[in-house]
């Protein structure tokens, strides 16, 4: 079952929301601004737009990247406990799925360039905005299930939306 916590403020029998793993939060911050940072980089003005090719490299390198984090987890656990190998070490790579979660909204807008609803540059700056905003989501989601109240909650996914805003101002003055 889910961890769920009780609303700030409520009582125990109260409505009770789903509480995410700090796992969660981090590969899925971390996916979309991974995902973020890909689209910003692959999207070049002066080379011939290629959104198929592009969505595969988004995704390959959050596979990799997914792939990389679980493992050093494996070798982490393996090295604090004395040489001793994880029950799991297949969980714990497994357990990064919402890196690779996190980057499908960007893998399907460049499909969608590939399926010629729109041009690659539409695409690209359409999957910036998205991961800016659920970026803003994610970071208030984490606030307020951590017991902070509206406008802390608010300000956390500010801060969070910063990483978005810094990137797509970075790929403004790039190009």
């Known amino acids: 079952m889910p961890d769920r916590v009780p609303r ?26 991974l995902a973020s940072a890909l689209v910003a980089a692959l999207d070049a003005t002066d ?7 592009d969505a595969l490299w988004v995704l390959l390198t959050a596979l990799a990247a997914g ?23 297949l969980r714990l790579v497994i357990a990064e799925w919402p890196l690779v979660a996190a980057v499908l909204p ?44 509206w406008p802390s909650a608010f300000r956390a996914g500010g801060m969070d939306m910063l990483i978005g805003l810094v990137i797509i101002l970075a790929d403004a003055l790039i190009e």
């Open 47 to 53: 080379e011939k737009a290629d959104p198929g090719s």
């Open 67 to 89: 792939a990389a984090h679980g493992f050093a987890h494996v070798i982490a656990q393996r090295a604090s406990a004395d040489g001793a190998a994880p029950s799991s070490r």
């Open 8 to 33: 700030r403020g409520s009582s125990p029998g109260s409505a009770l929301r789903h509480r995410p793993t700090e796992q969660s939060l981090f590969s899925g911050i971390y996916g979309l601004v």
């Open 106 to 149: 960007t893998v399907v807008m460049l499909l969608a360039a590939v399926a010629g609803w729109w041009s690659e540059a539409t695409a690209a700056d359409t999957a910036l905005l998205f991961n800016t905003v659920a970026l803003f989501g994610w970071g208030a989601w984490a606030a307020r299930t951590a017991g902070s109240g």
